[in-house]
């Protein structure tokens, strides 16, 4: 019967991992789990890999963002060995660049993995990817604060009736697809203008937008 220490945590105020770069954040050498927390200043971006590893004897890797992360295209959190959990807390920020969103389950999007991953709600969440965008079915895990749709040139596609409690903002150029969904309540809508290269904002589809304030 083997006993462990404690698990290794970093509070970090800043987290950078750029393009082509696979970050591994493994069980040191008492085999403590090495988790991060952004905390609620923290500014973070993720281009490339961030491996969390667990122990594998019970104990879980996590990565909590508490601040405002922002995953590119091809920017991903995933597994090292065994399963790792993922957790956005209330009041934090995800911007998203995968072309399928965030998932609970599954290796798609931009997190992946293996073990619990949590969108809490109250969280914010902007779709800024460089082609046309699914929300993926984090999104309606629990009840967002605030959604942005940054996205120019690109359609971000809702795929599940999804209730908020914050702004939606449209940025220009940038195109809200409800399909057949409903999206209900949020405290107000933005949506920009542009510039003829760069037009303006539009929601389409056959679904329903149910405001909560104003326009």
């Known amino acids: 019967l083997h006993s462990f220490p404690a698990r290794r945590s970093s509070d970090l105020t800043s987290f ?14 008492n085999f403590r789990l ?9 500014t973070g971006s993720i281009l490339g890999t961030v491996n969390i590893y667990s122990n594998g004897f019970g104990g879980t890797g996590t990565f909590i963002n508490s601040g405002n992360l922002t995953i590119g295209s091809a920017g991903v959190i995933t597994d090292g ?14 911007q998203i660049g995968s072309a399928a969103g965030i998932t609970t389950t599954g290796t798609t999007g931009n997190i992946q993995v293996g073990g619990t991953r949590t969108y809490t709600a109250g969280a914010n969440y902007i ?3 460089v082609a046309s965008q699914a929300v993926g079915n984090g999104l309606t895990q629990n009840t967002p604060a605030s959604i942005t749709i940054s ?4 359609t ?15 940025n220009a150029g940038s195109t809200l697809a409800l399909g057949g969904s409903t999206l209900g309540s949020p405290t107000s809508l ?26």
């Open 16 to 29: 950078s991992v750029p393009a082509g770069i696979a970050l591994s954040l493994a069980t040191d050498g």
């Open 81 to 94: 060995t065994n399963n790792s959990a993922f957790t956005l807390s209330a009041g934090a920020t995800l």
């Open 34 to 42: 090495i988790n991060i927390t952004l905390n609620s200043t923290c």
């Open 151 to 154: 996205n120019p040139g690109n």
């Open 190 to 215: 933005v949506m920009y203008d542009g510039a003829s290269s760069n037009p303006g904002s539009s929601i389409t589809g056959t679904g329903t937008l149910t405001l909560g304030g104003n326009v």
């Open 127 to 129: 779709y800024n990817g």
């Open 156 to 170: 971000v596609t809702l795929g599940a009736n999804t209730t908020m409690t914050g702004t939606l903002t449209v």
